[in-house]
């Protein structure tokens, strides 16, 4: 009979409890421990085993209700204001739910260290929301129990209130709760703080009371009722706390993935649960879900949302905005004026040097775009007085952008010119290939796959940039190509901006290839010259399929000779020299470029059709958040940090930026932990010193790694899962993710200390950067990491082209529209004679979003700005859903401001310049240029219009010479779909 090991814990519960002992427990047996379990449980677990059990057993309290309570360090304090421990954290949720949710705990690890933890616990009911909650006494609620009433909930004991809407987020919560209070109807969702909008729906919700004046109550006494007490010494051996019921083994022992990938996926049972490793026994194999390849459910790491990754930038006030016409300036809000006739009328003011203001009209938002966030350092205001100094710097920007496209179209038109026989796909054996990847590939790899061997398959070298966050599998999409090629009877040259990553990408090619038969080497300055000529001769003699090296093979033609394919690892951290040296190669041989800076939306649009570009946006299945904690520099965390990677067999990088006192950081590890064994890396060292070092790190006879931001790039040690960031105020936004993105590479939980001086307090920049980085801890994280990065140097490094000059002075969604048009143009693509955003349309008077509805003007103003960029209908009623979803039923002002755009959306498409209504008369202005070849059906057709839609017409002559038609719609009340439905008509009558 099959016994899974949930199974096997039901049958020895009653054992446990009369005293019995199971020996020899797996680490990752909690998970179905606690599915065995038929009462709430505590374990009391040794304290050096704690946080291997809470990283091999992904259980929490929203999904599993389920509470840890780790051990208690001096280090646990150390923790500056505006960031929180993660000891912190646990103590919080532990406080919470004893409050008013103990009912609902199942299960409650707690470390022996703690068994006599006094906590501030103020007995009372949770509030029950459901579909009889009343939506007064819930707010009353939040704001006795310290939430935060906020704009947009993005943390916990936040709330916001947007008329019949109420989100808040509990500590108990996973996500953000949205209640929708709508007559008699209350409807509950969770929502995603990224995009803001509902993820899935909620019979109810109980949220805890919050407050720190509950009295102390012993963890004892918590647990006296109704709970099962049992206990897990340092050697594994469970019992329920009396040695005098016996003694049995735990018969599984525990299944990583790689084994299991190795020996046991032919034959195998599968878990109705996800933890980090499976179990097997003598007679029978249990995978996790997450194991198996395509398999759909969930692994045991949180869910992202890629919904809203690439947008705009929202504006907030206090930003800096460019307007087209008046430059850069800062966003202060929005204004409503009320005129004598009753009609509302929103404006947007905008500040500009010595205290110019500008109002800017709803309708006129295409004019203004995002230019840098209210912290950004050294941004000079433009003047109202001096616009030549905008003009100027527009046609700069306008040049620059020319150039770019320029450059870009006549590589891809010389590319175009350039043939050569396709690379063709091996089904069988590349189906083998692929099958030999350890990992399940994501979605994302498959698709981009897809495209890159469409890409290999054509007549004409390719050019594709690879796009994907950090770890997303961009490395092993190149190996394919490279598969691909060698199969094909080509070289491939591999390229790296340094060294270290050189060596990385080597030992990454040489663990897939070489199993197929391909040799791999490299060249860089960690070879002798003894050793590189011997290389260059087995290269020259064709005895080398993949060559791995730095810029300096560039400058050797032999290396070039007979290269079939590159791959160019990070192009944009090469230097000028060596990018003009790649442009000048790239025309004829294939390439693929990889890059961990995701590309915003916008660029990314604007570049389609000249620069393939394909995006990794979702992370692998086994990769967990790296935990990130903010910290005072602390002798006990730090080595607390050492010795728990060591204790799990771990490695770990400690990073400090300055190589003048690297070594004494040696010398104070040492003497903190003299067992430890360290190595020393920096750029300054020989560079036979750093392969040695590294190439100890990587086989593991290294313990801790003292290195400066050397490590920075590529990097992938999976075996090194904890790094400390010294300093971590002097570093960089996207310098801190991407070293943190050192760690976490495998499937064991990683962890980040980033370190401040002793009593050190942040400038408001360098807190931001750290606050950033502690709270994008999801995979994926990197996308909105780089686009607040992004947003005042822009993406241009991605591309290898200079950006002095053009993003930098006029603002990256700005640079980009200047992109797309310069593109259009030299495409030859016709650009419509009039867009949405130039149709007048006064048909409804206040057409607005009513301050009631939502509140915050940067939200308000982040609404009229999308409906400003729309393109089809589709667009408007997108946005219509995420306004209902988000702010609840629209009001009437909404309803007119939507038609608006959807009247001028078709308006635009049939040569239509406004749409006017002044009492009984509608005024239509027609676009003669528009309309000129199809204008005598238009008045042909009129009449029989005009019957149909019941009202009169005749002409009217403008100045400009264009053609009005005037309708007299007196008897009609409603006009709304009458006036769309002629424009349909209309539309019809010019595709004839």
Known sequence: MKQSPDFYFKEHLDFLNKGGNIDNCTSNFLTPFL????????????????????????????????????????????????FSSLYSKSIQLLKTVSSSLWDDVRLVVCSQSQKGLHIPVLQSHPFEVNKACDYDLL???????????????VEAFQYSIRGAIVDFFPPTSDNPVRVGFYGEDVVLHTFDINSQTTISSLAGYKISTNSDEGKNVS???????????????????????????????????????????????????????????????????????????NNTNENPVSEISNKNIFKYADLHIGDFVVHQDCGVGLFRGSKVLDSDDGELQELVVLEYLNGGLVSLDINYLHKLSHYANADTENVVLDSLNKKGIWEKKKKNAKKQANEVVESLLSAYALRSRVT????????????????????????????VWGEISNDMANNNPMDRLLCGDVGFGKTEIAIRTAFRAILNG???????????????????????????????????????????????????????????????????DIYLNNVGLIVIDEEHRFG?????????????????????????????????????????????????????????????????????EKYRNGQLFFVHNDVKTLPNYVSYIQKLIPAISIGIVSGQMPSRQIERTMNLFVNKEIDVLVCTSIIETGIDIANAN??????????????????????????????????????????????????????????????NISNMDLEIRGAGAVFGYKQSGGVGSIGFELYSLYIKEVLSKLKGVKTPDILPQDVIVNIYKNAIIPEKYIPSPSIRISFY????????????????????????????????????????VSAASCGILSIEKKGSILSILLCQSTLEHSIKSVFKSLPQLSTEMGWEYHFKSKKNDELCILFNIEKDGDISSKVLMFMDKLRAIIKQ
């Open 420 to 447: 050569r026989p396709p690379f063709v796909a091996d089904k069988q054996i590349e189906s083998l290939f692929i099958n030999q990847f350890p990992y399940d590939e994501t979605a994302d790899q498959r698709r």
């Open 576 to 644: 000028v020299k060596q990018k003009e040296k790649i442009r000048s190669i790239k025309h004829t041989i294939d390439i693929l470029s990889m890059s961990a800076t995701p590309i915003p939306r916008t660029l990314n649009l604007a570049l389609a059709g000249i620069r393939e570009i394909s995006t990794l946006n979702t992370p692998p299945k086994s990769r967990l958040p790296i935990e990130t904690q903010v910290s005072y520099f602390n002798d006990s965390l730090i080595k607390a940090a050492i010795l728990n």
């Open 139 to 153: 707010i009353s609620f939040l704001n006795e129990n310290q939430y935060e009433n906020v704009d947009l909930v």
């Open 219 to 293: 963890l004892d006494i918590l647990l006296q009722d109704n709970f099962n007490k049992f206990y897990l010494d340092k050697d594994y051996c469970l019992s329920g706390g009396d040695s005098k019921g016996g003694r049995v083994g735990f018969p599984f022992k525990e299944l990583t993935f790689e084994s299991f990938i190795e020996s046991h996926r032919e034959s195998y049972s599968s878990l109705k649960y996800n933890c980090l490793c499976g179990f097997i026994s003598k007679a029978e194999v249990w995978s996790p879900p997450w194991f198996l390849k």
């Open 35 to 82: 599915f065995a379990i038929n009462k709430p449980t505590c374990l009391f677990v040794d304290d050096t085993l704690f946080n291997l059990l809470h990283e091999q057993n992904q259980l929490n309290w929203s999904k599993d209700g389920m509470l840890w309570i780790p051990p208690k360090a001096d280090y646990m304090d150390e923790v500056p204001v505006g």
């Open 490 to 556: 080509k070289f491939v040259l591999v390229l790296a901006p340094t060294t270290i990553l050189a060596q990385q990408l080597e030992s990454s090619f040489k663990d897939r290839l070489s199993v197929f038969g391909a040799y791999v080497n490299s060249v860089s300055r960690f070879k002798t010259k003894k050793e590189i000529q011997k290389i260059k001769e087995s290269w020259a003699n064709g005895k080398i399929d993949v060559l791995v090296g730095t810029h300096a093979v560039l400058y050797d």
């Open 865 to 904: 700005r999308k409906l400003s960029s729309v393109d089809t209908i589709i667009d408007i009623d997108n946005i219509e859903d995420e306004l209902i979803d988000r702010f609840g039923p629209i009001p009437n002002n909404i309803k007119k401001l939507i038609y608006n755009w959807k009247v001028k």
């Open 722 to 783: 904890t790094v400390i960031i010294n300093n971590a105020q002097q570093f960089g936004l996207s310098q801190l993710y991407q070293i943190r993105g050192r760690v976490g590479r495998g499937i064991k939980q990683a962890y980040a200390y980033l370190l401040l001086p002793q009593g050190r307090v942040l400038k408001r920049d360098a807190f931001k950067r750290l606050k950033a980085i502690e709270e994008n801890t999801h995979l994926g994280a990197g996308y």
